[in-house]
């Protein structure tokens, strides 16, 4: 407390998970991928899981990122919640 500058609880470079959710669709998945990548460079397809909803309407992806900043963070989660295909991000 008191203390004006803020902490992460992360070190960095970490490996981060972020997990997306959005309705099943190519669209979605092309734009949430797109959206991380933009700010991680390419990932590696083991780096990238999805598991669709029991009555298959939605689709959650999980891409786990080597992270290097805490902006770089903020501004993955920044790109995903403005965009109006992702649902939710975690």
């Not at 992270?67 to 975690?90: F, K, R």
């Amino acid at each position: 407390m008191g203390d004006s500058g803020e902490q992460s609880l992360l070190e960095f470079p970490c490996e981060f998970p972020i997990k997306i959710m959005g309705r099943d669709s190519d669209e979605f998945r092309r734009v949430a991928i797109e959206l991380v990548e933009k700010h991680t460079g390419k990932s590696n397809d083991d780096a990238i899981r999805m598991r669709p909803s029991r009555k298959g309407n939605f689709l959650s992806i999980t891409i786990t990122i080597v992270a290097t900043s805490q902006d770089q963070l903020d501004n993955i989660y920044h790109d995903l919640s403005s965009h109006d295909e992702i649902v939710i991000a975690l």
